[in-house]
T-cell receptor, first 109, second 116 residues
Framework: GESVGLHLPTLSVQEGDNSIINCAYS??????FIWYKQESGKGPQFIID?????DKRQGQRVTVLLNKTVKHLSLQIAATQPGDSAVYFC????????FGTGTRLTIIP | KAGVTQTPRYLIKTRGQQVTLSCSPI?????VSWYQQTPGQGLQFLFE???????NKGNFPGRFSGRQFSNSRSEMNVSTLELGDSALYLC???????????????FGDGTRLSIL
């Protein structure tokens, strides 16, 4: 069955450092992956996406890496800022979107 | 461009009642999906509508239903409410022009439903 898991439920990073959030997925038929950021009291906010025919995609301060061999997805955030503190979800999409359990990222000033 | 709008933001109901939640998608988006978010189960897919037709459905009982109007606005209905239905209900819209694709989904801030 489908399942999307995250390696760590919490992650604390010093302000200015880079952070890496990892995610494992199990559905090899999924061809599209998304990272979302959710702040308290708000809905998930789209960060970056990647299709299965790519292994890397970069945005502003964020990079998503996809390793289909081991079914692993990661989100790298460069030069973290206090505003990056949130819960981060990975999601895989086949016919529907399946979310991981989330990683709470805390930026230490 | 306005984002996804959900109303109401907060709702309190009692067991046995029914509730209707509303979602206005981003202009031009034809796909609307609904999710339930709880601390214990996380984000769970309820259903997706595209061009007024339900395209996908999650594993929720028949008490949960929805519909989409010709202007892509969507409503979700839950009948015979149970305590376990207390959750944040999120709506997301996307272009949805192809099954399994159609661009990323963009979420509203949800309706917080509390059942007493």
């Amino acid at each position: 069955g489908e399942s999307v898991g995250l390696h760590l439920p919490t992650l604390s990073v010093q302000e200015g450092d880079n952070s890496i959030i990892n995610c494992a997925y199990s559905n090899s038929a999924s061809d599209y992956f998304i990272w979302y950021k959710q702040e308290s009291g708000k809905g998930p906010q789209f960060i970056i996406d990647i299709r299965s025919n790519m292994d890397k995609r970069q945005g502003q301060r964020v990079t998503v890496l996809l390793n289909k061999t081991v079914k692993h997805l990661s989100l790298q955030i460069a030069a973290t800022q206090p505003g990056d503190s949130a819960v981060y979800f990975c999601a895989e999409r086949n016919e529907k979107l399946t979310f991981g359990t989330g990683t709470r990222l805390t930026i230490i000033p | 461009k306005a984002g996804v709008t959900q109303t109401p933001r907060y709702l309190i109901k009692t067991r046995g009642q029914q509730v209707t939640l509303s979602c206005s998608p981003i202009s031009g988006h034809r796909s609307v999906s609904w999710y339930q978010q709880t601390p214990g189960q996380g984000l769970q897919f309820l259903f997706e509508y595209f061009s007024e037709t339900q395209r996908n459905k999650g594993n929720f009982p028949g008490r949960f239903s929805g519909r989409q109007f010709s202007n892509s606005r969507s409503e979700m209905n839950v009948s015979t409410l149970e305590l376990g239905d207390s959750a944040l209900y999120l709506c997301a819209s996307s272009l949805g022009d192809q099954t399994g694709g159609g661009g990323p989904q963009h979420f509203g801030d949800g309706t917080r439903l509390s059942i007493l």
